[in-house]
């Protein structure tokens, strides 16, 4: 059973940096890749970047440029997503979420449970 | 770049059919077939229902189907029940490696 357990709750202060976990089980940690996506409250979904979890081969959507860094560990099948200077815009909910396809990067199928980032001073 | 269009919401009476369109362009909707489709329940993590334009995931009932025509893809339920009351979202790939979602519709089930 695909499973991706992701870190807990977290309150920064504006200008800090955020790192989010996600420990997957369940499948072969390198054959598909893993996106990132965050939720703003009443918001819909936005992907935000993926991983190749081989390479460490990352792509990140225009809007997180320099701000973003997607991570991996593959001795312990997890993934990271670190986001800096964060501002109140960045208040969401995180999640990851393995592709649905071998290799694929253009559906996110399998998501954690998310991990709410709050972002006040 | 903008979200995909999707109407706000949509409402239908169980039994009948509801269709959400996700309008995007010919560089995105129009020119892959990488549209994906989620559903979403109040505090809950968004759920593949359609993938790759027309395909279910495993455990997903029949009664979702996609497809496109030009710069739209559309999501249709039929046999409307219930439990199919939440938010739904599109996505697509829109080159260079990206996804980029729909701005979301709400159904409602009458």
């Known amino acids: 059973q695909v499973r991706l357990i992701q870190s807990g709750a977290e309150v920064k202060k504006p200008g800090a940096s955020v790192k989010v976990s996600c420990k997957t089980s369940?499948?072969?940690?390198?054959?598909?890749?893993v996106h990132w996506v965050r939720q703003a409250p009443g918001q819909g979904p936005e992907w935000m970047g993926w991983?190749?979890?081989?390479?460490?081969?990352?792509t990140y959507a225009q809007h997180f440029q320099g701000r973003l860094t997607l991570t991996r560990d593959i001795s312990i099948s997890t993934f990271y997503m670190e986001l800096a200077r964060l501002t109140s815009d960045d208040t969401a909910v995180y999640f990851c979420a393995r592709d649905a396809e071998i290799s694929g990067v253009v559906s996110p199928a399998n998501w954690g449970q998310g991990s709410r980032v709050s972002v006040s001073s | 770049q903008s979200a995909l269009t999707q109407p706000p919401s949509v409402s239908g009476s169980p039994g009948q059919s509801v269709t959400i369109s996700c309008t995007g362009g010919s560089s995105d909707v129009g020119n892959y077939n990488y549209v994906s489709w989620y559903q979403q329940h109040p505090d809950s993590v968004p759920k593949l229902i359609i993938y790759d334009v027309a395909k279910r995931p495993s455990g997903v009932p029949d009664r979702f189907s996609g497809s496109k025509s030009g710069n739209t893809a559309s999501l249709t339920i039929s046999g409307l029940r219930a439990e199919d009351e939440g938010d739904y979202y599109c996505?697509?790939?829109?080159?260079?490696?990206?996804?980029?979602f729909g701005g979301g519709t709400k159904l409602t089930v009458l």
């Open positions: 369940g499948y072969t940690f390198t054959d598909y890749y």
């Open positions: 991983i190749n979890p081989n390479t460490g081969f990352t």
């Open positions: 996505c697509s790939y829109v080159g260079s490696y990206t996804l980029l």
